[in-house]
């Protein structure tokens, strides 16, 4: 891999994170900002796939691996929350529940 | 080429498989396929365990399947299951009893809703998979992962009746006391481990026989600890007697099979580390002997057949105990192996006879049952003969008579363990013998035959259960190995590479007087009108003898004052009364299991209950002392520095600055919106800094 492939990979990673935390940001409802998480998400586990083709390491692939199951981990809490507010509270966005700062 | 071995991982995986099925249920599964998935689980096992038994019949009886291994610097942590004559053996008998038992279940408990059903079955396959998971361990943790699930599964089943305080309650203290060894039997692993590098027992056993004398006995003390807190031995026997408010399926398994009998097991897995220390070997013995004893005798005196076979199978496990405790761990499995099929027939019969019953499982329950379960009655008959070890026919006699031969030659020491086992002996054959008799009895008139007796299916029709397969087909194939199973006692001591001892003739034949003289002794206490009132009215307390006030005087009183010396004289007011009767008497005692549980409630119980009240403010407690502990003192800390200094200049200039203070705090807290976007971008503010920072500081 040459140093340019490898800069370019870093920046559309850095582009993806960026994506991901600009739509956090932007949206309210809870489903779009799971999503925009999961973008958050996909950027690094880019970057490290691609630091560790750059250092001819395995590290990198086994640290995507690691994201994957984070990311499904946090996918699945965060789904069962979203269902759970959709039902009992009937809410879609993010901001309307402040209740756990009391 | 695939490992023949590789069969080892199919003997536990279906009752695994199906409990996951049964306990998520993603299909909402019907009754009949919720039996039929609940049966496949159960006997899956024992046909999977056939073929191992062929390979170690007929080739190399010695195979590890590695699961999964990982090495950490001079230590291994491989978990595999192993296959030798030992877990060949036991691993063959808990699949028959556990795919007798369920099949038994299938009918018995067919009454209950759908849901409790589903639970039921999903536990009692987890509670099989987790025994033969234990059984056919290669490493310790895999080990000590089956041993706990299996506590956990006692647990629940035990409280399967959730509507009921005492079977819930029941559950809590097998949980609890077991628990309690349970952290034994983990010191002593996790000791074995760092004496070993290594946590599979092929290498872990001969590293813990080689140790420095003093670290050895500790293990091997810890490990005889854990095995007598897992097979309910004195003093940790109270568990047993109250586990009996589970269904009798569960007490089948529990008794038989699994849970109880793994203590046994599991010493005489670890037997060359307890073995190579004489001391701790004779002190197995004792405990083995003395709970055989004690078991025995409280038997006679309980007035409920399923209690009765509680303590029966305490004094069980204790004659198993002893054989291992006497240096004969394959005597004490061969006793393992005849205990759980004669165990569970007997639990099977009993609650065949005594479903549907308004007297619940007491003793009176069995009678007439020669009329209404003729089947069920001689299969009783079968598993009480060969419970009290009737010569030469029963296969109890075999295996008994195995574990007294090795005392006889064990010594003079040997020998007083000998006669105490002989007692012991007779006194099963009065015990075994007690329910059989009060079932030749006629039946009392007011037994419903219009309600089959579980609780939970109490609201459901009746069913005519006559001649249903599930309930024969078990009955009659264990009656049959508690019969015939004699047969096989000689063969697998052989096969475990011992010799069976070959006994005195006239010891065996003082041995084979045993049983008969108990008969005769219950049937005296059964039919004879005076000593059966004396049994029953010493029950009660009323009519003390001589002995009674003798033994009263020098034993009871000073035992009732140890426990209200060791109560504190804090023992409710009802407790005081019984202990305050002048003629509480030995059957008393006997039938309460020495008031063990008295002790227990008394010297942890209540102290906990007292801790726990007084950090809620009750008894003069203060409330969350840990947390106004701090404020008080700061409280307290203000009242004596700050209010000397109080009122001149540079208080008040130290007091605007805290005021100052409370509106910053009030600045600071509209930060704080509970808006989780607002949290995000402070989150990625600070990343975003703490990055700036890294790489502030490591530029060059």
Redesign the interface.
């Known amino acids: 891999m040459s140093g340019a492939t490898f800069l370019i990979l870093l920046a559309l990673s850095g582009g993806i994170f960026a994506t991901g935390f600009f739509g956090l940001m932007a949206r309210r409802a809870i489903l779009f900002q799971l999503i925009s998480l999961e973008m958050m998400l996909a950027g690094p586990a880019l970057a490290f796939l691609a630091g560790g083709a750059w250092h001819g390491s395995q590290q990198g692939q086994a640290m995507f691996v690691f994201i994957i199951i984070l990311a499904a981990a946090e996918v699945a809490l965060g789904l069962a929350l979203y269902l759970a507010l959709r039902r009992g509270a009937d809410v879609e966005d993010s901001d309307t529940i402040t209740g756990l700062k009391h | 080429m695939l490992s023949p071995y590789l069969l080892l991982l199919l003997v536990p995986a279906p009752p695994l498989a199906v409990f996951l099925i049964l306990g998520l249920d993603p299909f909402f599964l019907r009754r009949k396929a919720v039996q039929a998935l609940a049966l496949l689980g159960g006997i899956a096992p024992f046909f999977a365990m056939l073929p191992l038994l062929g390979l170690c019949l007929g080739t190399e009886c010695y195979g590890v399947m590695p699961i999964f291994t990982l090495v950490f610097g001079q230590s291994e942590v491989a978990l595999a299951l192993l296959l030798d004559p030992m877990s060949t053996l036991v691993g063959l008998t808990v699949a028959a009893v556990g795919a007798l038992v369920i099949t038994y279940a299938i009918d018995y408990m067919s009454d209950a809703r759908i849901a409790d059903l589903r639970r039921f079955f999903a536990l009692m396959n987890l509670f099989l998979a987790a025994m033969l998971t234990m059984v056919l361990a290669g490493d310790t943790i895999t080990f000590f992962f089956g041993w706990e699930l299996m506590g956990l599964c006692s647990f629940f089943l035990i409280a399967y009746n959730t509507s009921l305080p005492q079977a819930v309650a029941a559950g809590r203290k097998a949980f609890i006391i077991t628990r309690f060894a349970d952290a034994f039997l983990l010191a002593g692993l996790l000791l074995l481990f760092l004496e070993a590098n290594s946590v599979r027992l092929d290498v872990l056993i001969p590293a813990g026989t080689m140790m420095t004398e003093e670290r050895h006995v500790v293990i091997a003390l810890l490990l005889l600890a854990g095995a007598l807190g897992k097979s309910a031995q004195v003093p940790f026997h109270t568990w047993l007697p109250s586990a009996m408010a589970g269904p009798t399926p569960v007490s089948a398994l529990l008794h038989s099979a699994t849970m109880v009998a793994a203590g046994a097991f599991m010493l005489a897995r670890f037997s060359p580390i307890v073995m190579s220390e004489p001391a701790v070997q004779t002190i197995a013995a004792i405990f083995g002997a003395g709970t055989a004893a004690f078991g025995a005798l409280s038997a006679i005196f309980q007035t409920d057949v399923k209690r009765l076979l509680a303590y029966s199978s305490i004094s069980q496990i204790g004659f198993m105990v002893l054989a291992i405790g006497l240096g004969a761990p394959e005597v004490a499995i061969a006793h393992f192996v005849v205990h759980a099929m004669f165990k569970s027939l007997l639990f099977l019969a009993a609650g065949d006879i005594t479903h549907g019953s308004d007297l619940g499982t007491s003793l009176q329950a069995m009678r007439g049952a020669l009329r209404r379960r003729p089947i069920s009655f001689l299969a009783y008959v079968a598993g009480a003969a060969s419970l009290a070890g009737l010569p030469i026919v029963t296969a109890g006699w075999w295996s008994k008579e195995a574990i007294l031969a090795t005392a006889w030659e064990g010594g003079a020491f040997g020998i007083a363990i000998w006669v105490l086992a002989l007692l012991t002996a007779t006194c099963t054959a009065i015990y075994a013998f007690r329910p059989v008799f009060e079932a030749l009895q006629p039946e009392p008139a007011h037994i419903s035959h219009a309600r089959r007796g579980h609780p939970v299916a109490l609201d459901l029709h009746y069913r005519p259960r006559w001649g249903s397969g599930f309930i024969t087909l078990p009955l009659v194939l264990l009656a049959a190995g508690s019969l015939l199973g004699g047969i096989i006692v000689g063969p697998i001591i052989r096969f475990l590479g011992a010799e069976a001892p070959h006994p005195a003739h006239l010891p065996e034949l003082v041995a084979a007087v045993a049983p008969f003289v108990g008969m005769a002794g219950a049937a005296a206490i059964t039919f004879v009108p005076a000593l059966a009132a004396a049994v029953a009215g010493a029950r009660d307390m009323r009519r003390p003898t001589r002995l009674d006030r003798k033994f009263q005087r020098w034993v009871i009183e000073p035992y009732v004052r140890l426990v209200r010396f060791l109560a504190g004289n804090r023992i409710g007011a009802r407790a005081e009364a019984e202990l305050e009767l002048r003629h509480v008497q030995i059957v008393r005692w006997l039938s309460r299991g020495a008031r063990m549980d008295g002790i227990y409630q008394a010297l942890f119980v209540r102290p906990f209950v007292n801790i726990v009240r007084w950090l809620n403010g009750h008894r003069g407690g203060t409330v969350d002392p840990v947390g106004t502990f701090p404020v008080s003192l700061a409280l307290q800390g203000t009242q004596a520095l700050v209010e000397r200094l109080a009122h001149d200049r540079f208080d008040r200039f130290w007091m605007r600055l805290a005021n100052r203070l409370v509106r910053l705090w009030v600045l600071v807290c509209a930060i704080?919106?509970?808006?989780?976007?607002d949290y995000?971008?402070g989150a990625?503010l600070g990343t975003a800094a703490l990055l700036v920072i890294a790489w502030g500081t490591t530029w060059n």
């Open positions: 704080q919106t509970g808006r989780s976007r995000a971008l990625a």
